[in-house]
């Protein structure tokens, strides 16, 4: 896949872990209900070099909850994960 203009390619894929425990309610105020309707699975604590099957929604991350001087480059990314299989 193309990696977003202005960033720079990489060899790994980030992969956000956000929905696989109880949401505190603050984090509805800040994203809203972002984690409603993933059903997550962890099959296995993965750890650094680890080799992973993963699934979830494949988005673009533009680092728009911070200002805008402390902002990353864009890059994509799987955002939730929906499914973790250590392999």
Same mark, same amino acid.
């Given at each position: 896949?193309?990696?977003?203009?202005?960033?720079?390619?990489?060899?790994?894929?980030?992969?956000? $872990?956000?929905?696989?425990?109880?949401? /505190?309610?603050?984090?509805?105020?800040?994203?809203? @209900?972002?984690?409603?309707?993933? #059903?997550?699975?962890?099959?296995?604590?993965?750890?650094?070099?680890?080799?992973?099957? $993963?699934?979830?929604?494949?988005?673009? /991350?533009?680092?728009?909850?911070?200002?805008?001087? @402390?902002?990353?480059?864009?890059? #994509?990314?799987?955002?939730?994960?929906?499914?973790?299989?250590?392999?």
């Amino acid at each position: 896949m193309p990696h977003p203009a202005g960033s720079p390619p990489c060899k790994n894929i980030i992969v956000e $872990v956000i929905c696989h425990n109880k949401i /505190d309610p603050s984090y509805y105020t800040k994203f809203g @209900h972002y984690c409603d309707g993933v #059903n997550s699975i962890l099959q296995g604590e993965p750890h650094q070099g680890d080799r992973l099957l $993963v699934s979830g929604r494949w988005v673009t /991350d533009l680092d728009e909850t911070e200002p805008q001087q @402390h902002r990353h480059a864009p890059w #994509n990314e799987i955002h939730p994960a929906s499914y973790i299989k250590k392999l």
